[in-house]
Structures are given as structure tokens and as C-alpha cells.
């Protein structure tokens, strides 16, 4: 187990707003906060690698702690990257400028049974590594995001060899090869529950899942291939910080897309739902209602384009139609690369401007 001793928390909004306590103000954070809209992420990748940054914990470290340094964030997120998990089961995976990820020898039926299930995490150390050097060099500031992708997102990955339109070749293994497609969303459940425990024990405050394809799905396959993973990876980690026999963190789960089956999304052991900008507040409320959830979103993020005022006044909505209970502010989806560094500054500036 490794050892504590982290700096006492100073800021723990949002840890009060996931478990349903009031906090002094509105937490907010930013998905992909750590990286590619800051200038000062983009000076450093000139030096080095996407993957030497998520593989070397030093360097996850200085960029995880880049957006606390520039704003009042309620959150750091460490840095690193969903895929990583499909490299700690052997496949190669490349950041290509201007492309995005491409795994260049993709998953297939026939070389399924090359996956290197055993080991996988501990070839992952270096991101528990990075948390537990990125939580003392926080000083107790915010609290430190952990996160993983959800098993359908990497399987659409793994499959598709990298960003698709249509997950049409994920897809057709739900519907040609559902057994094959159930025993790889077990392999890659275990391997999650495995790894965000990790991330706990190395010192993660909070862990979020994301599913970030399951737009791609219906209700009927998103029922049949994600929800019970989803619901195994929940108690999974519960019982996994049990046996640790440390403090419980926040579960956030982030179903982009998957507005079909909300309330079924209730009922899996999150403590947050991520909610995409796509949603209206209020029939989110509604869904909610009595649930015991928190929710996270869900500003559209090219609201960050707007005039100033304009922003002001679509976050100031946005916070009047969710309401103030049980609320962790956040964008939709992820902050994209383009996005003007003084509007983010006015979107923290007006939610923490609101009072409780």
C-alpha cells in the first residue's frame, strides 16, 4: 500500500457536492482542462511526446498542474489518457497531430487472444506514480481527479483503430459476435476496477469513468453491453478500496450521448452523473429527482466562443435551471483546442461570483 501523508485539503467543493453536502460555493472544473487550449501545454509538447508525458510521472505532474496554476479551479485532473489501458494490453497506440489516436494493428476476432490481460496495471504504475507526486505538489490546494475509459468506449477504440463517425466495426461485433463482445467488456471491466483502485490507493480524490461513446448505441445495446459493466466497475472499486482499508472516493460516471437510459444510469453506484451539453436541465432534474445523484455538466463548450456577456449569461442559466443542490459545474464534453483562454477565465470567475 502506499504510504499517505498527502498535504490536508484546503478546497473540497466538490468532494462536498458529489456526496450531497452544500459547499461554500459552486464547484467547477473543466473536462480536458489539463492540455492542448493552454499555450503553455502547447510550448511543452514541442519538447515532448503526448505518450512521454502521460508515461513519465514528472511530466504528468507539470501539466496536471498547469490549468491550477492559470485559474481558481476547484479540481485538478491528472494527465493522461483513456488509452492507455489498450497499450497496457500490448496494442500499439499512436497520437497523430492533427488526427488523434490511431492504433494501427486494431483488435480483430482472430488476434482477440494476443490481449496481455496479465500485468496490464502494473505496466500502468506510472499513473498511480503521477497522482501520488501531482497530490503533495497540489499542497492540499484542490482535490485530484483519477479516470478511465468506460469498457464500450476503449472496445470502439480497440476495434475501429482509432475516432470513427459510426463505431460501425464496433458495432458489428455486438451484433455478429455478442459472446466475444461480453468476454472482452468482462476482460476490460476487471482490468478498470483494477486500475482506478490503483489510481485510489496512490491518492486520487475523486475517479471519473468515461463513456464517451455511447451516443453510438440505443437503450436495447446499451442495456445488453454497457450497463451491467458499468454497474460491475461501481462495486467493483467500492470493494476494491474496502479491502485497501481506505476512505471511499466520489464515483462520477460521464455516458456521453446515453440521455435514453439516465435514470437506469442512477442506479449503478455513481455518486455524479456527467451530463452532455446536449440535455436540458430541467428534464434532467426531473429524472433525477429522488435519485441520491449528483449531477456534473453541462455547458455547451462552444459556448466558450461567445461574447463575454453572452457567456456570463448562458452560465448563469444554465446554474438557474439545474439548481444549486447537488451540483458540480463543468462543460458538456471537453474543452476544445481553440478555446480562448479569457473565457474560461469568465466562466470560473461567474460561478464562483454566485451566491449560495
Not at 452532455?276 to 429527482?289: A, Q
Request: some cysteine; overall charge neutral.
Amino acid at each position: 500500500m502506499v504510504s499517505q501523508n498527502f498535504p490536508v485539503l484546503k478546497n473540497d467543493r466538490i468532494l462536498k457536492a458529489a456526496k450531497g453536502e452544500k459547499p461554500d460555493k459552486l464547484p467547477i472544473w473543466i473536462m480536458r482542462q489539463a492540455g492542448r487550449y493552454l499555450p503553455e501545454f502547447m510550448e511543452f509538447r514541442k519538447k515532448h511526446s503526448f505518450f512521454e508525458i502521460c508515461q513519465t510521472p514528472e511530466l504528468a505532474c507539470e501539466v496536471s498542474l498547469m490549468p491550477i496554476k492559470r485559474y481558481d479551479l476547484d479540481a485538478a485532473i491528472i494527465f493522461s489518457d483513456i488509452l492507455v489501458i489498450p497499450q497496457a494490453l500490448g496494442m500499439t497506440v499512436e497520437m497523430k497531430t492533427g488526427v488523434g489516436p490511431v492504433l494501427p494493428e486494431p483488435l480483430t476476432v482472430d488476434n482477440y487472444k494476443n490481449l496481455k490481460k496479465e500485468g496490464a496495471v502494473s505496466r500502468l504504475k506510472y499513473v498511480g506514480e503521477a497522482i501520488t507526486l501531482t497530490r503533495h505538489r497540489l499542497e492540499g490546494k484542490v482535490p485530484l481527479f483519477g479516470f478511465s475509459g468506460a469498457p464500450w468506449t476503449l472496445m470502439g477504440y480497440m476495434i475501429e483503430g482509432g475516432g470513427s463517425k459510426t463505431l460501425s466495426k464496433a458495432k458489428k461485433w455486438l451484433y455478429q459476435h455478442p459472446e466475444l463482445s461480453h468476454q472482452l467488456l468482462q476482460l476490460l471491466t476487471e482490468v478498470i476496477i483494477e486500475y482506478l483502485v490503483m489510481q485510489i490507493e496512490h491518492g486520487a480524490q475523486i475517479v471519473q469513468v468515461f463513456d464517451s461513446s455511447a451516443e453510438y448505441l440505443n437503450k436495447h445495446l446499451y442495456t445488453k453491453f454497457c450497463l451491467p459493466y458499468l454497474k460491475k466497475i461501481a462495486t467493483g472499486i467500492r470493494e476494491g478500496v474496502k479491502g485497501l482499508k481506505i476512505e471511499q472516493v466520489p464515483l462520477v460516471l460521464f455516458a456521453k450521448g446515453a440521455h435514453f437510459c439516465l435514470d437506469e444510469q442512477a442506479t449503478l453506484g455513481y455518486d455524479v452523473l456527467g451530463i452532455d451539453w446536449t440535455m436540458k436541465p430541467e428534464s434532467v432534474r426531473t429524472t433525477l429527482k429522488d435519485k441520491n445523484v449528483s449531477v456534473q455538466g453541462n455547458l455547451d463548450p462552444c459556448a466558450l466562443y461567445a461574447p463575454k456577456e453572452e457567456l456570463k449569461k448562458l452560465v448563469i442559466d444554465m446554474v438557474k435551471n439545474f439548481g444549486t443542490d447537488r451540483y458540480i459545474v463543468n462543460l458538456g464534453h471537453g474543452i476544445y483546442p481553440d478555446a480562448p483562454v479569457e473565457s474560461v477565465q469568465t466562466f470560473i470567475d461567474t460561478i464562483h461570483s454566485i451566491d449560495l
